[in-house]
């Protein structure tokens, strides 16, 4: 991989979204592992062809696409069928955001990952940032965000590598618990210090 890649993770309502976008108001490249992941079921994909094959035609909309909700419910009591979606998409998914990441032409690439640990992606990246905020303000934030209820979000925490796992794997952390310019002033100084890690530190004089 010629390109220097950021791995950006975060736990769920940690504001990943948020200090991806103060990347790219600098001109970086970013590649969502998210968007990635719903491009390679979306409708005439091959992603979503296999699919159909193996669930049955039952798992799309009466439009064609994927009916996430009924995919989670095939999967959420299955292990040996969660394997077998996680066996079919995670390579599709990594091919994919390799290839956006080759076609990048910015100084570095940011690369978006929820998962990055869980998924084994950080081998995919040269450096490792995780933004960070304490377990009570993911769950306020996140309750306000989505309208859904606590036991949800911490379902969802517990699904993920704790936050103490995520710090010690960090290269590099952002504290998103204070104010808005406290973020931009951490990104600003990543940002220069990336472009020294990628040989780019003239890119933007």
């Known amino acids: 991989m010629s390109k220097f890649i950021v791995g950006l993770t975060g736990g769920i309502g940690s504001g990943k979204t948020t200090v991806a976008n103060l990347f790219a108001a600098q001109g970086i490249t970013l590649v969502d592992a998210d968007i990635v992941a719903r491009d390679v079921v979306a409708q005439g994909s091959v992603g979503l062809k296999a699919i ?17 909700a009924k995919l989670r419910q095939q999967i959420f009591n299955h292990p040996d069928e969660r394997e077998w979606l996680n066996q079919l998409l995670h390579p599709m998914i990594r ?3 390799l290839a956006q990441v080759e076609k990048a032409t910015s100084a570095y690439v940011i690369m978006v990952v929820p998962l990055l640990f869980e998924n084994g992606l950080d081998r995919l990246v040269n ?3 995780v933004v960070d905020i304490s377990p009570e303000l993911q769950v306020n934030r996140t309750v306000k965000r989505d309208n859904v209820d606590v036991s949800q979000v911490n379902n969802i925490i517990n699904s993920q590598c ?14 998103n618990q204070g104010e808005i310019s406290s973020l ?3 990104v600003l100084a990543l940002h220069q210090h ?4 990628s040989g780019n530190d003239n890119a933007y004089d």
């Open 127 to 129: 450096r490792t940032l």
């Open 184 to 186: 931009k002033r951490q």
């Open 162 to 175: 704790n936050r103490s796992e995520k710090l010690a794997k960090a290269d590099d952390v952002i504290d």
């Open 194 to 197: 990336y472009l020294q890690l």
């Open 52 to 68: 159909v094959a193996h669930f049955g035609a039952e798992i799309l909309t009466p439009e064609g696409e994927l009916d996430r």
């Open 95 to 97: 091919a994919e955001m």
